[in-house]
């Protein structure tokens, strides 16, 4: 009886599919899984723009500056460090989507060529637990917003009493506030990605007229910049570091700190109408936007501080001083709520796209029979009670620093993820035989490729060292390994890719550079067809020199798409 309930239970919550629209549900795929239709695909220019506005339009992008000039760089080596590091950003994730932008594939499909089906849980497990930990600390962040947003409107919020126990490393006041932006996030996360068009549109134009408002009330009040627009360069002389390493250093640190969401780039540039669009939208918000919201940052936090007397560079910290601390007058209260109401409204949605439906996209390729993006993003966001922002923020310092590394192992991912695709396979895969464990290219050994896991070590190995002892604050580091780690990301990735490439070259295998002559998935629309030299399945064509307009051809054709699927 039990065993009985247990199987009508699976058969309730399994997935279904359109079988004529080639959504089978297995344990390889879904709906979510499979190479997205052309009538998927729906972001133009804009979704791309709104996409990567998201993560320019937050409070750790406005921060920027302050960290490069706590380095000791001035105000103009700052500034050109953001310029380069954006547009290298905007480079490799381009390079990286290039995969999901011709054959439509996502990610969590993408890694199965590369590592073998089997394989591909090693670089999907480490993006599902970065997925579930920033979805977390970015709620928690956001939670500070809505703490804000609440002391505009009742000022004694601020002062409210501690409920919680000495054992919980925060107080209610943020918590509440954590709760908040919790709850009025989930709406978003029953939002199709098919759909995203809307909330780009509304948090990108909200929260970018919030940030230049923020500028010209500054500017203006203040009338001028403070001392802070003319810090020069202030690396003591004595430093173990010269300009150079500190400029290298913070390259690294820009393009680390968004490596998660470059290595997933295919699970979102697939739903792409064309790659112009995506190349556009990218280059426009990535470089250009990312730029101009951290010079927007710097401009506001020099003038506040001729206003205030002190450097205000996290803007709940400032907010709240704009209204004293909700003791300022009704209208100093009104403008920063509809402030932080905009910071607020874009956290939520990047957090709800960036981790949550990524994390939903990643979780439904460890289970497709059962999860879609919609029910792995909700998973996603029930993981964040999990995981205890409040203590990872409030309390493991180390840990948070440690993540905010990561990027010493994705980049090695990146690094094999590039090789494969544009050296040694030439931009063609068999989309068929991404998705079965027989007669497939990608089964390799037991379903694990074993040459992308040495070339991954090889690309870590290396700046490990460095991360260690770097957050581990040792006093007196090895130069060699500090180095090294000031430069991981780009070591990684080429590391890693040259390891995989010799060993591809040394221990080579069959089905390399090869792609199904017919688009079983009816994938790709005439163009992109002819463009690739695939046969579309619903058009008579010639075949390998067959006519399938006669009835032997059409026999002949018959059983190649039966071998191929």
Same mark, same amino acid.
């Given at each position: 009886?039990?065993?009985?309930?247990?199987?009508?239970?699976?058969?309730?919550?399994?997935?279904?599919?359109?079988?004529?629209?080639?959504?089978?549900?297995?344990?390889?795929?879904?709906?979510?899984?499979?190479?997205?239709?052309?009538?998927?695909?729906?972001w133009g220019w804009f979704h791309f723009f709104g996409y990567w506005t998201l993560n320019s339009l937050n409070?750790?992008?406005?921060?920027?500056?302050?960290?490069?000039?706590?380095?000791?760089?001035?105000?103009?080596?700052?500034?050109?460090?953001?310029?380069?590091?954006?547009?290298?950003?905007?480079?490799?994730?381009?390079?990286?989507?290039?995969?999901?932008?011709?054959?439509?594939?996502?990610?969590?499909?993408?890694?199965?060529?590369?590592?073998?089906?089997?394989?591909?849980?090693?670089?999907?497990?480490?993006?599902?637990?970065?997925?579930?930990?920033?979805?977390?600390?970015?709620?928690?962040?956001?939670?500070?917003?809505?703490?804000?947003?609440?002391?505009?409107?009742?000022?004694?919020?601020?002062?409210?009493?501690?409920?919680?126990?000495?054992?919980?490393?925060?107080?209610?006041?943020?918590?509440?506030?954590?709760?908040?932006?919790?709850?009025?996030?989930?709406?978003?996360?029953?939002?199709?990605?098919?759909?995203?068009?809307?909330?780009?549109?509304?948090?990108?134009?909200?929260?970018?007229?919030?940030?230049?408002?923020?500028?010209?009330?500054?500017?203006?009040?203040?009338?001028?910049?403070?001392?802070?627009?003319?810090?020069?360069?202030?690396?003591?002389?004595?430093?173990?570091?010269?300009?150079?390493?500190?400029?290298?250093?913070?390259?690294?640190?820009?393009?680390?700190?968004?490596?998660?969401?470059?290595?997933?780039?295919?699970?979102?540039?697939?739903?792409?109408?064309?790659?112009?669009?995506?190349?556009?939208?990218?280059?426009?918000?990535?470089?250009?936007?990312?730029?101009?919201?951290?010079?927007?940052?710097?401009?506001?936090?020099a003038a506040c501080q001729k206003i205030y007397g002190e450097v205000y560079w996290n803007p709940p910290d400032?907010?709240?001083?704009?209204?004293?601390?909700?003791? *300022? @007058? #009704?209208?100093?209260?009104? /403008?920063?709520?509809? %402030?932080?109401?905009?910071?607020? &409204?874009? $956290?939520? +949605?990047?957090?709800?796209?960036?981790?949550?439906?990524?994390?939903?996209?990643?979780?439904?390729?460890?289970?497709?029979?059962?999860?879609?993006?919609?029910?792995?993003?909700?998973?996603?966001?029930?993981?964040?009670?999990?995981?205890?922002?409040?203590?990872?923020?409030?309390?493991?310092?180390?840990?948070?620093?440690?993540?905010?590394?990561?990027?010493?192992?994705?980049?090695?991912?990146?690094?094999?993820?590039?090789?494969?695709?544009?050296?040694?396979?030439?931009?063609?895969?068999?989309?068929?035989?991404?998705?079965?464990?027989?007669?497939?290219?990608?089964?390799?050994?037991?379903?694990?490729?074993?040459?992308?896991?040495?070339?991954?070590?090889?690309?870590?190995?290396?700046?490990?060292?460095?991360?260690?002892?770097?957050?581990? *604050? @040792? #006093?007196?580091?090895?130069? /060699?390994?500090?180095? %090294?780690?000031?430069?991981?990301? &780009?070591? $990684?990735? +080429?590391?890693?890719?040259?390891?995989?490439?010799?060993?591809?070259?040394?221990?080579?295998?069959?089905?390399?550079?090869?792609?199904?002559?017919?688009?079983?998935?009816?994938?790709?629309?005439?163009?992109?067809?002819?463009?690739?030299?695939?046969?579309?399945?619903?058009?008579?064509?010639?075949?390998?020199?067959?006519?399938?307009?006669?009835?032997?051809?059409?026999?002949?054709?018959?059983?190649?798409?039966?071998?191929?699927?």
């Amino acid at each position: 009886m039990g065993s009985l309930r247990l199987r009508q239970l699976k058969e309730k919550i399994q997935l279904k599919g359109d079988e004529e629209e080639h959504e089978q549900v297995d344990s390889w795929s879904n709906r979510d899984l499979i190479p997205l239709p052309p009538s998927r695909r729906t972001w133009g220019w804009f979704h791309f723009f709104g996409y990567w506005t998201l993560n320019s339009l937050n409070v750790s992008n406005w921060q920027t500056p302050n960290t490069f000039l706590s380095y000791g760089l001035s105000v103009g080596q700052s500034m050109m460090v953001i310029v380069v590091g954006k547009l290298l950003v905007t480079f490799f994730s381009t390079l990286i989507a290039w995969c999901g932008l011709r054959w439509h594939i996502g990610f969590t499909v993408q890694n199965r060529y590369t590592w073998g089906l089997r394989g591909s849980y090693i670089p999907l497990l480490q993006r599902i637990l970065l997925n579930f930990i920033w979805c977390a600390i970015q709620c928690w962040n956001g939670g500070r917003l809505i703490a804000v947003c609440i002391t505009a409107i009742w000022p004694s919020f601020a002062k409210m009493h501690n409920t919680l126990p000495s054992s919980m490393p925060t107080t209610t006041y943020q918590f509440v506030g954590f709760v908040l932006f919790w709850v009025l996030s989930v709406p978003f996360l029953f939002v199709r990605p098919e759909k995203f068009r809307l909330p780009f549109l509304i948090t990108s134009i909200y929260c970018g007229l919030g940030m230049l408002s923020m500028m010209i009330w500054s500017l203006s009040v203040a009338k001028g910049v403070g001392p802070l627009w003319t810090t020069g360069q202030t690396i003591p002389e004595n430093s173990s570091w010269n300009l150079h390493w500190l400029e290298m250093k913070g390259i690294n640190q820009i393009i680390g700190g968004i490596a998660a969401g470059i290595t997933n780039g295919s699970d979102f540039s697939r739903y792409a109408r064309s790659p112009k669009n995506y190349v556009l939208g990218t280059v426009l918000s990535a470089w250009v936007t990312g730029v101009l919201v951290s010079l927007v940052g710097l401009v506001v936090t020099a003038a506040c501080q001729k206003i205030y007397g002190e450097v205000y560079w996290n803007p709940p910290d400032l907010l709240m001083r704009m209204m004293d601390s909700g003791e *300022g @007058s #009704s209208k100093a209260r009104a /403008g920063v709520f509809f %402030l932080a109401a905009g910071f607020a &409204l874009t $956290g939520m +949605f990047e957090n709800v796209c960036g981790n949550a439906v990524a994390g939903g996209i990643d979780l439904a390729g460890l289970f497709p029979r059962y999860l879609d993006i919609r029910r792995g993003a909700i998973l996603t966001f029930v993981a964040v009670w999990v995981c205890q922002p409040w203590q990872l923020v409030n309390k493991a310092a180390t840990f948070v620093s440690v993540l905010s590394s990561f990027s010493v192992f994705l980049s090695p991912i990146m690094g094999v993820m590039v090789v494969d695709f544009y050296l040694l396979r030439k931009g063609r895969i068999q989309l068929s035989h991404l998705y079965r464990t027989k007669d497939t290219s990608y089964w390799f050994t037991k379903g694990v490729n074993w040459r992308a896991i040495p070339a991954w070590i090889c690309g870590w190995a290396p700046t490990i060292g460095g991360l260690v002892v770097t957050v581990g *604050g @040792s #006093s007196s580091p090895p130069r /060699g390994l500090v180095k %090294l780690y000031y430069m991981a990301f &780009l070591v $990684g990735f +080429f590391v890693s890719g040259t390891v995989f490439y010799l060993l591809n070259w040394i221990f080579p295998y069959p089905g390399m550079g090869e792609y199904d002559e017919v688009d079983v998935y009816e994938t790709f629309t005439p163009q992109e067809a002819a463009s690739l030299g695939v046969v579309q399945g619903n058009e008579p064509q010639m075949l390998n020199g067959i006519d399938t307009d006669s009835e032997h051809g059409k026999l002949q054709h018959e059983t190649i798409v039966e071998k191929t699927v």
